[in-house]
């Protein structure tokens, strides 16, 4: 299949103008900078780059849309999202899994890390048409229980038939709510089954204390879930160290990271990457958040992700780029599309978010008008844009998308 695009935007290199794209067997075989006229798509009104990579998201969660609203308290949030969550009916939950997927496909979102609690949902959200890594949210403070609960995952890994479009990872959910010995079991299980690993990490301020000194919020949360475990001691450490101790930081996706100013040069030595959230930190209404300039000056990855509809009002990806301009003014909108392409797709491990020969072709076009003389990197940050305009995953366009059916 030939494209031909007004502008590209590789993400390895710089823009290309009036060119062609041609693809074959869902690949990138090569980009023209000239057009050869017999093309199958005529995009000569567009601007293409890489799909967005949504790196973190609870899609189960999507029901709960605009039924909570931010607590001073992190545990109180926790208090309300639990009986909403228990509530759902699964036919609800899957509707919301649906219109929240409808919603990030046409804000240009083609690939997706998502935690999944409930592995009977795994063939439901595999089947979205993302690319996806699917990470098996695993809860369990209580070290005794930590055995059972990994037998139980081995079970789901050795049993779920991987599709070509998703694969398992493993998601040990925080510091405060897994067990040292869960954490280290997961660790040698994603070694084992060479998963992905992700975790949310220093999201908020008592969790540091929670490991450091002890924090009376999460512990009382715990008791009152019947999930204390009287044995735990705090180790004395910020998350990094504690999670790098029980050596659990060379293969982390670390959601969040708001409070690692500290932690920086381990972080750095063991490559984490790192997932922001624009709009759940706007949503908490966070002051102090995940330092991504200094993060991306020491040349670490970071990626961007939605997270759940329990922290959002919204998964619209086009507000989350724009979230993060606004958040990050010292980080240019050629950075934050970097974070939102090939940053998620080097945290998941996916072969996406570039647009080069060999790559996936999957790829997201936005209409510009004849006369447009700015910059290409601002297209997508346009207040105007709610949706893409042409949508492609595996090279296969979408249908939900006019410009995206190719010619009779
Ligand atoms: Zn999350």
């Given at each position: 299949m030939k494209i031909k695009f007004r502008a590209l935007l590789t993400m390895c290199g710089d823009p290309v103008e009036n060119g062609e794209l041609i693809i074959d067997g869902g690949n990138i075989v090569e980009i023209s900078t000239t057009q050869s006229g017999n093309d199958d798509v005529d995009l000569s009104d567009c601007l293409l780059m890489p799909g967005f990579v949504n790196a973190h998201c609870h899609l189960s969660l999507t029901a709960l849309e605009k039924k909570l609203s931010p607590s001073?308290?992190?545990a109180d949030?926790?208090?309300?999202?639990?009986?909403?969550?228990?509530?759902l009916d699964n036919e609800s939950r899957i509707r919301g899994i649906r219109a929240g997927a409808e919603v990030m496909k046409r804000s240009g979102v083609t690939a997706l890390g998502d935690y999944v609690a409930e592995p009977e949902l795994l063939p439901v959200i595999g089947e979205l048409g993302f690319r996806s890594v699917l990470f098996l949210e695993?809860?369990?403070?209580q070290s005794q229980k930590a055995l059972?609960?990994?037998?139980n995952l081995e079970e789901v890994l050795q049993r779920e038939c991987v599709s070509p479009l998703y694969q398992l990872g493993l998601a040990p959910h925080a510091p405060y709510s897994v067990s040292p010995d869960l954490f280290r079991r997961l660790a040698q299980l994603a070694e084992q089954y060479h998963c992905p690993l992700s975790c949310h990490v220093a999201e908020i301020k008592e969790e540091s204390r929670f490991l450091v000194i002890g924090d009376n919020s999460l512990e009382e949360l715990l008791k009152e879930r019947s999930a204390w475990d009287p044995e735990w001691q705090p180790?004395?450490?910020?998350?990094?160290?504690?999670?790098?101790?029980?050596?659990?930081?060379?293969?982390?996706?670390?959601?969040?990271?708001?409070f690692v100013s500290d932690d920086l040069d381990i972080m750095e030595e063991k490559k984490v990457s790192t997932v922001f959230c624009p709009k759940s930190t706007a949503w908490f209404g966070r002051t102090q958040f995940m330092p991504v300039r200094a993060l991306l000056d020491r040349g670490m990855n970071v990626a961007l992700g939605t997270d759940s509809l329990a922290s959002n009002d919204s998964l619209n990806f086009l507000d989350e780029l724009r979230t993060a301009d606004k958040l990050l003014p010292d980080v240019s909108r050629q950075e934050i599309l970097t974070m939102?392409?090939?940053?998620?797709?080097?945290?998941l491990g996916l072969q996406c978010g570039t647009l080069a020969s060999g790559q996936k072709a999957d790829l997201i076009g936005f209409r510009v008008s004849p006369s447009y003389s700015g910059l290409w990197w601002d297209v997508p940050f346009e207040p105007h844009r709610c949706e893409v305009d042409f949508y492609s995953v595996d090279?296969?366009?979408?249908?939900l998308f006019p410009l995206s059916r190719p010619k009779a």
């Open positions: 001073d308290s992190f949030w926790i208090r309300a999202l639990i009986p909403l969550n228990s509530a695993t809860i369990g403070f059972a609960l990994c037998k180790p004395y450490k910020t998350p990094m160290q504690y999670l790098s101790s029980l050596e659990i930081l060379d293969r982390l996706i670390a959601v969040h990271c708001n939102a392409t090939s940053g998620g797709a080097e945290a090279g296969e366009p979408d249908a």
